[in-house]
């Protein structure tokens, strides 16, 4: 090993060619993803027309029986199926290519996905029969069946398999590269599915002691406060789980895309870390009105909450500086003026910008709700869906969909089919989410409850009126754009294959500091994860201890079947 | 290895690890990120355990079998502690809370301890800061002062069922003389309230 070599390859002389299996395997993951969006999206229109009184269930009643069934599988099929299929895909794909060399232990992938997949269909039928209108939090004593309980870990447990063949090729290409930063793409991947497994500890207890036993028939009740507290364990991280690999792209891929470098290699990994130790202790922000935790520590999570916007804001900073450094090399002037000299006619960039700018205002938003008392105003109403459709649904979502304009193409050896459509899909998703999520955070500020088909709700005054038609308007935008997405992945696919070299390349971005000049600490795990376990069992310790000291599966919930 | 970092990459120093070669610009930005974030916060804690701008804390557990035939909330209502001070129990089920009706005299400071005994639900006074969570086998504890006249409603914002739209409330303030002349006219407000859920428990 010298540092030349490492230079050299840098420099992007040595490209990773997939093999065959590997373009089907990742294709595998995006390809299920693709279609959860699609059957996701379409039924989230139906919700936004409910607003303004066009009840269009009504007319699907043998395939979906109520709005609750469909918001179910709007939210599991769009926050947790596209998500978590997609990210994983994704990771497969910046670790082989970011390390280039392939899976250490393709078999053990090959398994996560599989048991992946078998989780992904027990869940689905259930939902699908209307057995688990339980939305996605499915909050005890609710009672969903058992084998959407199943389905749903069986579904994470997969990603844990995969994440371990993420973590073993990593370490095989630090023993054959001693001495050498690893590369940031494969780096933040493994990073985030650490990150995950840590996180999704929450859910994987709250389905294995409480929800699978009691849905089939073991137990007699719930805890539900405790049940909450378990989920908020994973399902805050869950939204850094999300956003890392959008990370990824912004940090390490845009960047070349858009014709510049990674202005901080350092920070962006410092970043990653920080998401990797202040992601999980903060779930009480989710609970800041729950009746059954202490002020103190809706407190203390408060505060762990707050840090976590200070990794959010290196990456506004580093990512701003490495788009405005490739727009100056693009010929870019003046303070503001620079940002035209970005490449806007590449939908792939222009979806990932945009994604970009709505994740500012979402981060605002998301300040707002972690505010300790001010979330007062806004817990549970319209304002929090209309916060999650700027973070999950855009700044995740829309830079995904941008992911994919390059690397579908790349995948299936072909070109982006309709790269004019593509760009208005991106437009339309944009303009149709600002009109939606502006709509609702005003309709929540004024106290309309989120989960709630307001269309049919008696307390609803006038003043609700032309949010309510602006949330349907947005909708119906959007309902437009991710039927043009359909359409060109479709078409690209189904495109003819081209030559090598007009297949779109991966964009690996270069860091404007060598690598190598990045601190020997910023690439290590033990650290990191130590810190990160002490930091949770200070944050979550003594509470978790005083609930499950109190533990009382107490709850039944209705003998009848309530949706 | 310093020696072959020199050469392999030229101009920058080895000893600019220690700053990790972070942009002067982009240090003051973090600079400023934590001065934010540490006023932010600074304003919120005072808020909240000074200025009364506080959260709701773990109150006490209940049995959710037993909660509706025995205790307080077997017989939900408001109970008028004099001194314009008020407490009222309130039960929350599918796919209403008893008492529907609450009815005060404007200034009345409230007590609300509401419990479910089925499923989660919510409760959010619409145009108060009353906002809290209703989870079986716990007590939800809000104080409230209504200073303004006019009507508030109470609405469910958690999911729990097909008739989850429909769960709501209305707290009603009136003046101090109508509030005196609707409890002279022998419809007194805690009563009304307690009896029309009765009335409903025995419908269903």
Redesign the interface.
Known sequence: M???E??TSTAGSRRYELTQWERRFIGGHVLIAIIALGIGSLIGPLQALEYSNVDLYQYLEPILQ?Y?QGLTLHGVLNALVWTTFFIVGFTTFTTIVGLRRPLSHPKINLAGFITMIVGLLMAAVPMLLDQATV?YTF?P??EASWAFYTGLTLVVVGSWIEGLGFYLTLRAWRQENR?VRSPFIALGGVINAAMWQIATLGIAVEMLTMLIPWSLGLTD?T???LA?TYFWFTGHPLVYFWLLPAYVSWYGMLPKQAGGKL??D??AR?AFWMFLIVSVPVGFHH?????????IW??IH??LT??V??PS??TA??VI?SLEYAARQRGGRGLIGWVRALPWTDPSVTAQLLAGILFMFGGIGG?TNA???????I???AWVPGHFHLTVATAVTLSFIGITYWMVPHLTGRQLWGRRIALIQAWSWFVGMVIFSNAMHMLGL??A??????G????VPDEWNGHLLRVSIGGTILLFSVILYLVVMYKTVRGPKVAAEDVPEVPIAESL??P????VW?DRFKPWLIAAAVLLVLAYGPPLVDQLI?L?Y?????DFV?? | ?SD??D???GD?P?D??LT????P??RN??KL??AL?VG??AA??V??FAAG???????A?V???TVAIEGPWANPGVTDLGNGNFEAYVLAQ?WSFSPREITLPVGAEIDIYITSS???H?L?I??T?????????????VSYTFDEVGEF?Y????????G???M?GTVTVVSEADYAALADGGGDAETEGTDESAAEEGDA
Not at chain 1, 456 to 459: G, K, L, M
Not at chain 1, 554 to 558: E, I, L, S
Not at chain 2, 54 to 59: K, N, S
């Open positions: 010298t540092i030349t490492r230079t109520s609750y939305l909050y004593p609710l001495g009740g805890d539900p406060s909450r202005f901080s350092s920070l410092l609970q800041f009105v729950d009746p059954g935790v202490p002020q809706k407190w408060a505060a707050y840090s916007f200070f804001m290196i900073f580093t500086a300040l505010s300790y008392n001010i979330n007062l105003v817990h549970n109403t004024l106290g409850p989120r989960r709630t088909p307001l049919e709700a008696p307390y500091r060598h190598q000049l990045t601190p910023l109190n009382d107490n709850a039944p919930g209705t309530p949706w | 290895m072959a970092l050469e392999s990459v920058a080895v600019d690890q990790m070669g972070i942009d610009w982009e930005w973090m990120t934590i974030l932010f916060f919120v804690t808020a909240g701008f506080q959260l709701p804390g773990a109150e557990r049995d959710p079998r599918v089925d499923l989660q919510g959010k619409t145009d800061n009353v906002n809290i969570m209703v989870v079986p086998g716990q007590v939800s504890k409603p609405i469910c914002h958690e999911y729990c069922g097909s989850h739209a429909a709501f």
